[in-house]
């Protein structure tokens, strides 16, 4: 089921204000030092990376399933200059190449199934370039994040206030479930959500599957070491193995 968090116009519209610039995103820009790359972001969103990416001169390609939040990023100051694509990551087909292809926000959380996962895999794969570098991060399991979720918050948004609050619903195996409620002034919004915590082991060994292999895995976003008892984070580097690289896939995006 869509999540309303991302399709609805109105809280695409807020999006950015919860989840504006940040360390994480300063971690991602930092990737496309040097040279002119190819970049793909995959669950682009509101495409602030996209747009900081364009900005410094690199060809950048944003999909998001997300219509709502694909018409939010489009306005960017360099939206104009980005290539944006409704599609999702499983499904997303290009001629084109990229020097470095990312996934963030914990997107990744949102695949619930292997397949869906080894799908997402395959895309990045197939259309990375040769000695191009994948960069995804997720949340690591062993953190209690019911325990952190549980707030509420309200957000200035022009002259409106809006009040946000989220209430875990079930924790089960590796999935949580939660909702989140909007209230407007004039209205209350109401988006449901599922997630999926994977432990590093079982991500590993779907890369493997793919054949990618994780060139560097860092528990924060200074590029610490990752402590599977206390991270927050699990953030993936990876590489594509020798046998990686395969002819151009038919169609396009």
């Known amino acids: 089921m869509p999540d309303l968090h991302y399709e609805h116009p109105a809280l695409a519209a807020l999006y950015d204000l919860d989840s504006g610039w940040s360390i994480d995103r300063d971690f991602y ?3 496309a030092s040097g040279r002119q790359k190819r970049i793909l972001d995959l669950g682009c969103g509101t495409g602030l990376l996209c747009d900081a990416y364009a900005s410094l001169g690199h060809q950048v390609t944003g999909v998001d399933p997300a ?5 939010v990023a489009r306005t960017k100051p360099y939206g104009s200059h980005v290539e944006w694509i409704a599609s999702t990551a499983q499904s997303f087909r290009s001629e084109r190449r990229f020097d470095l292809i990312i996934m963030t926000g914990n997107a990744f959380q949102v695949f619930l199934e292997d397949q869906d996962i080894l799908a997402v895999f395959e ?3 197939i259309h990375l370039a040769p000695d191009g570098v994948i960069a995804f991060e997720t949340r690591n399991p062993a953190v209690d994040w019911p325990a952190r979720w549980n707030k509420d918050a309200t957000h200035t948004f022009g002259e409106q206030a809006i009040h ?3 209430k875990v619903l079930k924790k089960e195996g590796d999935r949580i479930s939660f909702e989140t409620r909007f209230g407007f002034p004039d209205k209350q919004l109401i988006s449901f959500s ?3 915590f994977l432990s590093k082991s079982q991500i590993e060994e779907l890369l493997l599957k793919c054949d990618l292999k994780p060139r560097a895995i860092y528990g924060g976003w200074d590029k610490q070491h990752f402590d599977a008892a206390n991270s927050d984070d699990m953030i993936f580097l990876i590489e594509a193995g020798p046998c990686a690289h395969s002819p151009s896939p038919s169609g396009s995006g």
Request: hydrophobic residues 40%.
């Open 29 to 31: 820009l930092g990737l």
């Open 67 to 71: 219509n709502a939040m694909l018409d």
């Open 164 to 166: 946000q609050s989220r």
């Open 123 to 125: 895309t990045i794969r």
């Open 194 to 196: 599922e997630l999926r």
